[in-house]
């Protein structure tokens, strides 16, 4: 089997409004989604779907040039099924943009799934449970509409709800105080500062005063590199500490275990660059004795059935995981939706990802809202 071309199209998903508001995280407000959905085609009539997600602005059009420009290039004329030759060489043409080599590496999967007639989770290993348990973000705002929100993300079934903190010290803390109070005892209740606190000391002024508030971890207290400081506020404070944005490729994941930065990795299907360089990150956590989740862009509904497909698969996936992106946007695009229920996600049934495009949806998404 042979590619014989590879088609991009870059859609604006809406999302889904936070109590009457614009969504906002510390990595700012958020109207759409823009990502860029990758079509390969092969000379056997297969053809493989992948999507590039990010939670960061105009991302699409520019991991779509670099598709079109420097990696389609390299899988042209190429067999499909030499998946890691294919990802070495899209490496070797330039470090980088992993999101736009994990939306082509997934279409690939896709491709020797539905040629073998056989689940992406069973070329990843095969399952080694059913279904993905969940966490969902609780974005910015006050503290009591943060606490209801939680409260009804509960009612839903899920067993995890994650605050988005780094707004200003009184709120976060009243914030997950009253959370808490909202949830009762038996929901996990994470926090998650997106990178936003600068020193250790800042960090620790929140993350104290959370402390009798029964916090399963801290997710991304400060700056991607500061690893040194991740460390020592590890050794100073109680709670785990997971990293995200400080981890994005295997090479980061080595450095985090080495420099003894952190007690738990969320591992994205995007930023680490697809399906087999998520393995070897969920590999070398789980050789160093770290659990990992899976994060979110957040995804729609193919890349979110990708990384149900790795969360099923992978040994090491230790708590609850964001594989439920389509749940902040305001409808999805495949053609039968996921099964998100529950508090858990569950792989679609079928060969490949399982799952396929609605265009009239995509055509709707060209264009970004108004
Ligand atoms: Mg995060």
New binding site residues.
Partial sequence: MKITKVRTIVIYGPRRKAYGRTYA?GLGPRTYSEHCIVLIDTDAEITGIGEVASCFARRGRIYEAEIEQLLAPVLIGEDPYRIAHLAARMNAVFEGSEPAKAGLEMALFDIVGKDLGTPVYNLLGGMVRERVGLSY?IPYGGPGEMAAFAAEKARAGFRTV?VKVGQDRKTDIEAVRLIREAVGPDVIVRV?A?MRWRTVAEAMQVIQAIQPYDIELV??PLPPRELDALAELRRRVSIPI?A??SVWTPRDALEVVRRGAVDIV?VYLMESGGFLAAARNFGICETAGIPCII?SMPEMGLATAAQIHLGVAMTNLGLDS?CCGVLYHEEDLLTRPLKIEGGFSYPPVGPGLGVELDMKVVERWKKPPA
Avoid: F, H, L, R
């Fill in positions: 995280s973000s994650k998650d997106n997710e991304q997971m995200d944005e969320n994060g964001d």
